[in-house]
């Protein structure tokens, strides 16, 4: 089929890293996309598409390749190292042939959009002509990070001294990714985040999951070294510029909701008065952690909604909900948007990673800070001193936030001094999230930009 009878300007095959924190981004820059004229296919790995719940009226497509893991996806895998290994073996030969096929069947694809976690797939998407736009789920401050260990620019292990890197404040050791502050932990994943630039040089596109005006800085440095476009945040239309029709939520959940338990919960506490607690869908807490965390709360006498996975539940204090249930519901997962953007939330404990960083952002939610591990720290830095939308609390030398600590953060935010400066900086931020994806905002620029190059690209 000749590419100007299509019916669409260009198709493009967007691969995520398999988990939600990362198959969501770009599942909502699918749908930018598709607003635009531009047919998306979207690829899941086998397993996580009969775990994940799509929504049917879905107007982007679905496909999948193998992890070599598709009767338990990760955690079938015995290491991070072998996932890892099989993954790209067997998903560098599956996406091979999905793309083969797409061809044969006449929707061929003329970019693949790939998570920077998988490298591999733009070596695979060379090999049949094709354009690469990578995109990277994680902050410019933390991948500006990852770039200059890849390049030899920041030894490894890190001094005691302070670390100074081009577009970034001046950091602690302890505010790097715990890759690398924690050298040698998880070396699978740490091969992972710094390899993320071994072939970058070769892709069209760099794409981040920001908006300019967030990070400035950083951008500006890295767009001297590739063509940079922030296309976010790529949270759901509804709750920033309204102008993709039905987009309420991301649409693909591996956990189920509680959402009416939430809802009507909330529904019932005064405005501004309840502390809402998640650590998202991977962070693992340490038992004494959680205790901490759970008292912490409950001195903070607060209003609180704590979401707590199935798979921690064990973790929680025996007795804790007994004298504790007038005060706090805890859920096993909730619908965090419409969580945050309900009027009786007055703040938001997260562990900072970047997905409910930028939700807490687009949707103006003071944040408390508690981060664990991977880019965490870094995210808690910019949090507190660049975006100034939170505090962090710190940890003891067991690595544990103690619950006097919380107590206090949390009631900073509340209704302290500082509190009050943090709110109208989360008013600043949720305005200029809003402008960026609007019309004519830096973020609707750069997808048109992108659109217009890759279109041009092709005749």
């Not at 061929?108 to 490298?119: H, M, Q």
């Not at 609007?438 to 659109?451: L, R, T, V, Y």
Request: charged letters at 20%.
């Amino acid at each position: 089929m000749e590419k100007e009878q299509r019916g669409y300007k260009a198709h493009v095959l967007v691969l995520p890293y398999p988990a939600q924190g990362h198959i969501n981004p770009m599942l909502q820059f699918c749908k930018r996309l598709v607003s635009k004229d531009v047919k998306a296919t979207l690829v899941n790995s086998i397993y996580i598409s009969k775990s994940m719940h799509p929504d049917p009226s879905s107007t982007i497509n679905m496909e999948t390749i193998s992890d070599g893991f598709d009767e338990g996806g990760y955690a079938q895998a015995e290491s991070p190292e072998a996932y890892l290994t099989k993954f790209r073996a067997v998903g560098s030969e599956t996406l091979a042939n999905l793309i083969k096929k797409l061809d044969d069947i006449g929707q061929p694809i003329d970019v693949l959009i790939y998570d920077g976690f998988l490298p591999w797939a733009l070596d695979a998407a060379k090999e049949f002509g094709l354009l690469g736009a990578v995109f990277f789920t994680q902050s410019c401050a933390v991948n500006n990070l990852y770039y200059h260990v890849h390049e030899g620019l920041l030894p490894l292990p890190l001094s005691g001294s302070t670390i100074s890197i081009p577009g970034l404040p001046l950091l602690e050791p302890w505010e790097t990714p715990s890759f690398l502050y924690i050298y040698g932990s998880f070396p699978g994943f740490y091969d992972m985040v710094v390899n993320q630039f071994s072939n970058i040089n070769k892709a069209d596109w760099v794409f981040f999951n920001n908006f300019y005006k967030l990070e400035e800085e950083t951008v500006d440095w890295m767009a001297k070294l590739w063509k940079v476009k922030t296309i976010g945040p790529t949270i759901p239309s509804i709750y920033l510029d309204k102008r993709l029709e039905d987009d309420r939520d991301y649409g693909i959940n591996l956990f189920k909701p509680n959402y009416s338990t939430c809802m009507n919960w909330l529904n019932e506490r005064p405005h501004g008065s309840v502390v809402y607690v998640s650590f998202g869908s991977m962070a693992e807490l340490e038992v004494e952690q959680m205790e901490e965390l759970a008292w912490g709360l409950k001195g903070s006498n607060y209003f609180f909604l704590w979401v707590v996975r199935a798979s921690e539940e064990a973790k929680l204090p025996n007795n804790f909900m007994d004298g504790t249930s007038e005060k706090g519901l805890v859920v096993t997962w909730s619908p965090q948007l419409e969580v945050l953007t309900h009027e009786s939330i007055g703040c938001f404990v997260t562990h900072c990673g970047f997905n409910s960083v930028l939700e807490a952002i687009c949707l103006g939610v003071p944040m408390v800070a508690v981060p664990q591990w991977t880019d965490q720290a870094t995210n808690a830095k910019y949090v507190e001193d660049v975006w100034c939308m939170g505090l962090r609390t710190k940890a003891d030398q067991k690595g544990i936030v103690r619950r006097e600590v919380l107590e206090s953060s949390i009631r900073e935010v509340m209704e302290g001094e500082k509190g009050i400066e943090i709110k109208k900086n989360a008013t600043k931020w949720k305005n200029l999230a809003k402008e960026a994806v609007d019309e004519g905002g830096s973020s609707d620029k750069n997808i048109d930009e992108f659109i217009a190059e890759l279109v041009g690209s092709l005749r």
